[in-house]
């Protein structure tokens, strides 16, 4: 039986991890690869992070058309040409990930590449079963579980019997639909809704939870509700009965809501309900590891499973989805691997998100639901857009920056941005709570280039409400 140092499993975030400081042990990486394609190179890059983004920014640009003639200029929009915006996104990722793959399978002498799905059959000891069938065995004295997650799917009558999309498929359609019905209201719905809508697609939203978002601060998350309601037609409360195959292709949604059950006939479904963590497929119980009651594999802050030689990162053990997390776990791991006398930990304070939609949202740290819920003392400002000199050129309405923070320390507890660019404009608070600055300090000792939008966030911080003698 095959015998190696190091198996890592996954090639997204876990591939970066083996480098030349690894020459000296023998590595195999196995990876079933990702979406219908089944590429190299994990969710992000393939069918995640990067191809949203670049169908959220042609979105923006056709957002524009509206906003920009209140403004007193008169856009038109003359066309979008779905393939052409595809094509050009493919067109690029495909060769990256192509090429990820061949320099994965020839570039370090030391350094195997496995194409196929990775299942333990014993503690350290792997089967690999590729795409034909063909099995093969091999033990490692280090695993480190990369695997990732996977849509959730539905699970209602009728839903075997119709073409339900999800973010692995909905990227590659030939033709735009005329209208979809979006199923969920989070971080991809969301995405989606704002490319889809700016596109001309008429796009219902059903999400279950009385608002989209509903884990964001709640201003921002009604904020949210309210702004997705303007552009798509939105229900909540909205509970899934059925898929009905109709003529065409189309598909008949049912659904009950709090006006009682309905019927939503449309060409095209989005599934977009959350991700399930792929730990429960790699039979891990042969490894002695039981996993997290939500699904994931137990790891402690240096990545460590409960089982020695066995560690993970990313989707499949982290509670956040988030890509820029799975980066520095597998930094940690890479670092652990190469150091074992000296392991650093993870930090997960302040792990900032961003959604992508229209308008962005970005924040960290606590909602304010949850610093009331965890009985913390705190104190909060708002600052609208509006009210700062570049709001004014764009003619801002129902944008903000919200924070919370520690009037004992000073620290920031928590940041929420609802507005143009405000993924970018969360940064500055984000460095200022990983590195315990005082947020008085933050506000009053660097200049803010006037009139930039970041005196949305420069506001914000100068009109905390601290108390007379902190
Ligand atoms: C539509 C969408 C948009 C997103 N946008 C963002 C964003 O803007 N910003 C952000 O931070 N995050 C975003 N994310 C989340 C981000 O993509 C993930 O958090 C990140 O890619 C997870 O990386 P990973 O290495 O854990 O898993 P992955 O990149 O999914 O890698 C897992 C790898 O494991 C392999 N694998 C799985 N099971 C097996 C097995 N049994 N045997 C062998 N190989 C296996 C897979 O083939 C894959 O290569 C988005 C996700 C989606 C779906
Ligand atoms: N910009 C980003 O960083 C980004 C973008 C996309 C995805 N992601 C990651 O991917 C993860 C998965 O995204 P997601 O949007 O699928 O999940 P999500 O957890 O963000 O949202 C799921 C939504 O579906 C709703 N829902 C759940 N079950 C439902 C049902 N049966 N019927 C109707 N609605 C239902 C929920 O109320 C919720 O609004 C995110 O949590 C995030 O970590 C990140």
Same mark, same amino acid.
């Given at each position: ?125 792997l089967r690999v079963v590729g795409a034909e069938g063909a099995a093969e065995d091999l033990t490692a004295d280090q695993v480190v579980i990369a695997a990732g997650s996977r849509p959730r799917s539905v ?28 199923v969920g209201g989070g971080y991809i719905g969301l995405e989606f809704a704002h490319v889809f809508a700016s596109f001309g697609v008429d796009v219902t939203i059903l999400n279950r939870a009385g608002m ?95 089982v020695e030689g066995i560690w993970a990162l990313g989707d499949v053990s982290s509670p956040y989805l988030l890509k820029h997390v799975a980066n520095a776990e597998a930094r940690t791991v890479q670092h ?29 740290? +606590?909602?304010?639901?949850? $610093?009331? %819920?965890?009985? #913390? /003392?705190?104190?909060?400002?708002? &600052?609208?857009?509006?009210?700062? =000199? ?38 500055? +608070?984000?460095?200022?709570? $990983?590195? %315990?600055?005082? #947020? /008085?300090?933050?506000?009053?000792? &660097?200049?803010?280039?006037?009139? =930039? ?18």
């Amino acid at each position: 039986m095959r015998h190696v140092d190091l198996c890592v499993i996954g090639s997204g975030s876990g591939n970066s991890i083996v480098d030349e400081r690894f020459a000296d042990r023998r590595v195999a990486i196995v990876d079933a690869g990702v979406g219908p394609q089944q590429a190299f190179g994990g969710t992000c890059l393939n069918l995640g992070c990067i191809p949203t983004k670049m169908y959220v920014y042609p979105a923006d640009l056709a957002a524009e058309v509206d906003h920009a003639r209140a403004l007193g200029v008169d856009l038109r929009l003359d066309g979008v040409h779905w393939r052409a915006i595809r094509d050009r996104i493919f067109g690029r990722i495909d060769p990256i990930a192509e090429a990820g793959r061949r320099w994965r399978a020839s570039g370090m002498a030391n350094v195997e590449l496995l194409r196929g799905r990775a299942h333990f059959v014993g503690p350290r000891a792997l089967r690999v079963v590729g795409a034909e069938g063909a099995a093969e065995d091999l033990t490692a004295d280090q695993v480190v579980i990369a695997a990732g997650s996977r849509p959730r799917s539905v699970d209602v009558p009728g839903a075997d019997r119709v073409v339900l999309h999800t973010s692995d498929t909905v990227m590659r359609l030939e033709e735009l639909p005329r209208e979809m019905v979006i199923v969920g209201g989070g971080y991809i719905g969301l995405e989606f809704a704002h490319v889809f809508a700016s596109f001309g697609v008429d796009v219902t939203i059903l999400n279950r939870a009385g608002m989209l978002l509903r884990k964001e601060d709640e201003d921002v998350a009604l904020r949210a509700t309210q702004v997705a309601s303007q552009r798509c037609h939105v229900h909540l409360q909205q509970h899934l009965d059925a898929f009905e195959p109709l003529d065409g292709g189309r598909i008949r949604v049912r659904a009950t809501g709090p006006s009682g059950p309905r019927a939503y006939d449309t060409d095209l479904v989005l599934v977009a309900i959350g991700r399930i963590p792929n730990g429960d497929r790699l039979g891990v119980e042969a490894t002695g590891l039981t996993l997290t009651p939500d699904g994931r594999i137990p790891v402690d802050e240096h990545q460590r499973t409960p089982v020695e030689g066995i560690w993970a990162l990313g989707d499949v053990s982290s509670p956040y989805l988030l890509k820029h997390v799975a980066n520095a776990e597998a930094r940690t791991v890479q670092h652990n691997l190469l150091h074992p006398d000296d392991l650093v930990a993870t930090d997960h304070r302040f792990v900032p998100h961003a959604v992508f939609g229209s308008p962005q949202i970005a924040a960290t740290g +606590l909602t304010e639901q949850e $610093a009331r %819920g965890r009985g #913390l /003392r705190y104190i909060t400002a708002t &600052q609208d857009y509006r009210d700062v =000199a570049y709001g004014w050129a764009m003619e801002d309405d129902g944008h903000f920056c919200k924070l919370l923070a520690d009037p004992a320390t000073g620290q920031l507890l928590g940041a929420h941005i609802i507005g143009p660019q405000a993924s970018v404009l969360l940064q500055p +608070l984000v460095q200022a709570a $990983a590195l %315990g600055l005082d #947020l /008085r300090t933050l506000a009053r000792s &660097q200049y803010w280039i006037h009139p =930039a939008l970041t005196e949305v966030v420069e506001n914000a911080l100068l009109a905390l409400p601290w108390p007379e003698a902190a």
